[in-house]
Each structure stands twice: as C-alpha cells, then as structure tokens.
C-alpha cells in the first residue's frame, strides 16, 4: 500500500481570515484525495525570515509537493528555489513569484483594484474626495491593485485622491493610517483600501472620528458581506483565498498524478454589493470545495 500525499502548504499568517479560509480549503481539498497537509505559518505575521526558516523546515520533512504563497516575491526567490533543487514541486497562488513551479493560482489583481475602485467612485459624486489604504509594498496583490485604482482614476480627472497609506493588510495598522489621513483631510468621502481587514480597521476609524465615507474591500469575507448588508460598506471584491488555494492544492495533487495542469490560473472576482450580497452568506466552514473542472479550462 502507497502512503498518502503530503502537501506543505506556507501562507503568510494568522491573522488575516483570507488565510484561515485558504488553509481550510486546502485541507478539504487534500483530505477528499487522500491527502495529508502541513501548515507553515510565520509566528509573526508576513515576516520574511520566518518564510525563510520555515522553508528550511519544510524540506527536512520532505514533502510531496508545496502550496506556496510568498511572504514577498523578491525575497522568497532563492527560498523557492530551494524546492526545486530538492526536486519538490510548487505550486505558488495569491502572489505570483519568479522561479520553477508547476503552475501560479491567483486573480487578476489589476482588475480586482479596478473593480473595487469603480464600485468605490459609482457610488460618489463625479467630483469626489477619495484617500487609498494600500496593503505591504511587498506583496504583488498590493501593488497591482493599486495599480488597478490609479488606472480608474486616470479616467476620472474630477476625482482628488487625497493622499495613500500602508496599511500592511491589517486591520490595526489601517485603523491608525486613517486616523491619520482623517485628522489631515476635513473631507473624505470614500476610502478605496486593497483588502477586506484593512477596510474593517478604515471604518473603526470613522467611528471613533464621529465621521462618514463610503469604503469599499477586497476579499469578500463573511465580515464584509455582514458590514454590506448593513450598509457600512459599499461593495468587496470576492479575490477568494479560499477557492485560489483549494484550486492551488487540487493543482499540486494533479501533477503528482501526472494530470495536466496549466502553467497559469486564473480564479474569477466578482463585484459584492447591496444587489447581490446573499450569494455569499455562507460561512466558510460550509462552503463547498472549489471544484477543478468549475473554474479550470
């Protein structure tokens, strides 16, 4: 009898709910193959150096393969390589990385950007006063979505962005930043901010200020969905870790068997708002695997 897979599966912490939903999933996916995962997880959230021995720790235990998501795709890279110097296959997801790997599960983050920030600006005056909560410089899901919400502006002139801030993808961080831009700007009608944690610390912010904008998140978290039926925020992005990393883990499991898999996946984000919030108040814990063959060409 052939011993099940293994899959070392790294996110980047335990703090951000995006990854606990892609562990979960992850998990399932495995489990319903046969499979075995092991968690790698810095103890300090996104912390590079902590990737780095982890990486170390991984390859001691000689996993089948790997589900990778990059603390940060420069510095990573030579950690990456070490996989395939041991000839471990990776799969990386969320954010892409340069280097040998079996294939890259992710969004179009550019568009994702775009998405939110239209969302952001239909729901304002044409001439509105906007300020942006980035996540870390180090991640490409920060980057090309800010890149997406400069694109959008580039076609709305009328729109003043105020001024930007890191908010590293967390909630407590982007509660200060606004704070700050807040205590700056006697105006702020709407917050564009590149995740979901980020937009909850933005109207933690708001509250404590005795102010009000209209914010708009990516992620599409059960957070989120509940804040948009409520109205406190208008609209997510459903860039779904949950489903990237349960595709990323059916990925890997598929090239040990000696399936296809494509170099380059994309998962669909789609637009959570008042109109259609309802389709995603399911909590993850009773959301079904991501199926291969629904979001697979």
């Not at 304002?124 to 890149?147: F, K, N, W, Y």
């Not at 860039?239 to 090239?255: C, E, Q, Y």
């Not at 669909?268 to 063959?293: H, S």
Request: with cysteine.
């Amino acid at each position: 009898m052939t011993r099940p897979y293994t899959l070392a599966v790294f996110t980047k912490n335990r703090v951000n709910p995006a990854y606990a939903a892609a562990r979960l999933a992850a998990d399932r996916v495995a489990a319903e193959a046969g499979a075995r995962t092991v968690h790698f997880v810095p103890e300090t959230p996104d912390n590079v150096d902590q990737q780095k021995v982890l990486v170390g720790e991984a390859l001691a235990t000689a996993p089948d393969a790997v589900v990778f998501v990059p603390v940060d795709d420069r510095q990573m890279v030579p950690d990456l390589a070490r996989f395939a110097q041991a000839g471990i296959p990776v799969v990386t997801c969320i954010n892409r990385i340069e280097g040998k790997v079996v294939s890259f599960v992710g969004s179009d983050d550019v568009a994702v950007g775009h998405t939110a920030a239209k969302a952001l600006l239909d729901g304002l005056g044409p001439s509105a006063r906007i300020v942006a909560i980035e996540g870390t410089p180090a991640a490409p899901t920060s980057r090309d979505r800010t890149i997406g919400l400069h694109k959008l502006l580039a076609e709305r002139p009328a729109i003043r962005l105020l001024g930007s801030a890191t908010g590293s993808f967390q909630q407590a961080p982007a509660r200060l930043e606004m704070a700050r831009l807040l205590a700056e700007h006697a105006v702020i009608d709407g917050v564009w901010t590149a995740n979901d944690v980020m937009a909850f610390g933005v109207l933690e912010a708001l509250a404590a200020a005795g102010r009000s904008a209209k914010v708009v998140g990516v992620n599409g978290l059960p957070e989120a969905i509940d804040h948009i039926e409520r109205g406190t925020l208008l609209a997510s992005v459903d860039f779904s870790a949950f489903n990237i990393a349960g595709i990323a883990a059916h990925a890997a499991l598929r090239h040990l068997r000696g399936e296809r898999v494509p170099p380059s996946i994309m998962v669909p984000a789609a637009l959570i708002d008042a109109t259609n919030f309802q389709r995603w108040k399911v909590p993850f814990a009773l959301r079904p695997t991501p199926a291969w063959e629904e979001l697979v060409a």
